[in-house]
């Protein structure tokens, strides 16, 4: 079974609007970690926003916050007023166990998000 | 601030060629990690290191190999190159705090 899943191949937006990008997560630990990263054309990976599992907000960097939902074991990206710059690939990842031990990720298979103006 | 750096950018081996993908990193960094990325998919774990000497698998090692001589440099070195490692591939450190990963800016691999 699949640990993350993102059920959008691609998403399309028009600029200034809002966006959400959706990521479903499955771990029986009680302690894990979730993060987002984007991957312009350029090609390198770009951290966006974590949120760990005992975190009571939902984490949020500039514009992006993190929608999480524990008990549906969800963790979309919220894209606020979005940009031509914010497209891009979108990967959901999630580390296991707690912080300190082998940090591994587990990355989703991304949503590819257009921009329009 | 050199981050993580990974050399070549591009490699062409052929098929049976041995050869080695560098990562160094300057930020002290105890954890380091290989992935590789094929078309339309996300990142899978090749190996990873939790410090100096200590290496492990992580989900596709099969024709990999590594080794962590120093805090620096992990570098990752295909035996036998095969067409079904024609990826791009990605070295990774991170403190080990959970905060996110530092990555370089990837080597694409073609097998020829």
């Known amino acids: 079974a699949q640990k993350i899943t993102q059920t959008q191949p691609g998403m399309f937006v028009q600029e200034k609007e809002a966006v959400t990008l959706d990521c479903t997560y499955d771990t029986s630990d009680q302690s894990y970690g979730l993060f987002w990263y984007k991957q312009p054309s350029s090609g390198e990976m770009i951290f966006l926003i974590y949120?760990?599992?005992?975190?009571?907000q939902n984490a949020t960097e500039g514009r992006y916050s993190l929608n999480f939902q524990k008990a549906r074991k969800s963790a979309n990206l919220v894209i606020s007023a979005s940009q031509l710059g914010d497209s891009a690939m979108y990967f959901c990842?999630?580390?296991?166990?707690?912080?300190?031990?082998?940090?591994?990720?587990?990355f989703g298979k991304g949503t590819k998000l257009t921009v329009n103006p | 601030n050199a981050g993580v750096t990974q050399t070549p950018k591009f490699r062409i081996p052929k098929i049976g060629q041995s050869m080695t993908l560098q990562c160094t990193q300057d930020?002290?960094?105890?954890?380091m990690y290989w992935y590789r990325q094929d078309p339309g998919m996300g990142l899978k774990l090749i190996y990873y290191?939790?410090?100096?000497?200590i290496t492990d698998k992580g989900e596709v090692p099969n024709g990999y190999n590594v080794s962590r001589s120093t805090t620096e440099d992990f570098p990752l070195r295909l035996e036998l190159a095969a067409p079904s490692q024609t990826s791009v591939y990605f070295c990774a450190s991170s403190y080990g705090w959970g905060n996110g990963y530092t990555f370089g800016s990837g080597t694409r691999l073609t097998v020829v």
């Open positions: 990842a999630m580390r296991e166990g707690a912080q300190g031990g082998s940090e591994k990720l587990v």
């Open positions: 949120q760990g599992s005992y975190d009571e």
């Open positions: 930020m002290n960094h105890n954890y």
């Open positions: 290191s939790v410090g100096a000497g």
